[in-house]
């Protein structure tokens, strides 16, 4: 089964830098799009950024509001992704999940959803 | 950026209504669009793509339909089981941007 686990969430005080792992099981990450998007408490979906596969090799896209404090980096050898989240500010404070987003019908979209790791922000 | 607006951002109905959520993206996404499901204090789950095709193992009373900027997602006799928050998702362009939410109460 494929499936997606994520881990590294925790309280960091503002400023402060935390790495969220995802690893993956049942396929090989290498030959997937993985995104990243996070859930603040009580409010919406919001995208966070993606990396492109192998083919592409391997790069990176990111929303606005995290683009040069966040990096997406990959590993063969344990078949998960990272998410390096630097400068951490209040309003980074969400549940964070990573997604499997295949190839379907020529178009890279979201399929699989890891369960989340949640991430507090606070002094 | 382009803005996806959902309405309503609530409703409750009963068991065997009929429901539709619209979708409205704030330019052409032709059909980009995905639906997804999410229950209380769970991971979301993805429902449609490509605004009217279902992912594998989707029950067949979901259904998506539209195309251009407005979308609409209908579920056919609503059972309990439904009671969750949907949102939709553009992937025409980056960034990748979501609806707000559409919370169904039974």
């Known amino acids: 089964d494929v499936q997606l686990v994520e881990s590294g969430g925790g309280l960091v005080q503002p400023g402060g830098s935390l790495r969220l792992s995802c690893a993956a099981s049942?396929?090989?990450?290498?030959?997937?799009?993985i995104d990243w998007v996070r859930q603040a408490p009580g409010k919406g979906l919001e995208w966070v950024g993606r990396?492109?596969?192998?083919?592409?090799?391997?790069?990176?896209e990111y929303a606005a509001s995290v683009k040069g404090r966040f990096t997406i980096s990959r590993h063969d050898s344990s078949n998960s992704i990272d998410l390096q989240m630097n400068s951490l500010k209040t309003e980074d404070t969400a549940v964070y999940y990573c997604?499997?987003?295949?190839?379907?019908?020529?178009?890279?979209?979201?399929?699989?959803w890891g369960q989340g790791t949640t991430v507090t922000v606070s002094s | 950026d382009i803005q996806m607006t959902q309405s309503p951002s609530s409703l409750s109905a009963s068991e065997g209504d009929r429901v539709t959520v619209t979708c409205r993206a704030s330019?052409?996404?032709?059909?980009?669009l995905a639906w997804f499901q999410q229950k209380p204090g769970k991971a979301p789950k993805s429902l449609i793509y490509?605004?009217?095709k279902l992912h594998s193992g989707v029950p067949s009373k979901f259904s998506g339909s539209g195309s251009g900027t407005d979308f609409t997602l209908t579920i056919s006799s609503l059972q309990p089981e439904d009671s969750a928050t949907y949102y939709c998702?553009?992937?025409?362009?980056?960034?990748?941007?979501f609806g707000g939410g559409t919370k169904v109460e039974i």
């Open positions: 997604i499997r987003s295949p190839k379907i019908f020529g178009i890279y979209l979201m399929d699989v």
């Open positions: 049942g396929f090989t990450h290498s030959d997937h799009f």
């Open positions: 990396s492109r596969d192998r083919a592409y090799g391997f790069t990176e």
């Open positions: 330019q052409d996404i032709g059909n980009y």
């Open positions: 490509a605004a009217s």
């Open positions: 998702e553009q992937y025409k362009r980056y960034p990748l941007t």
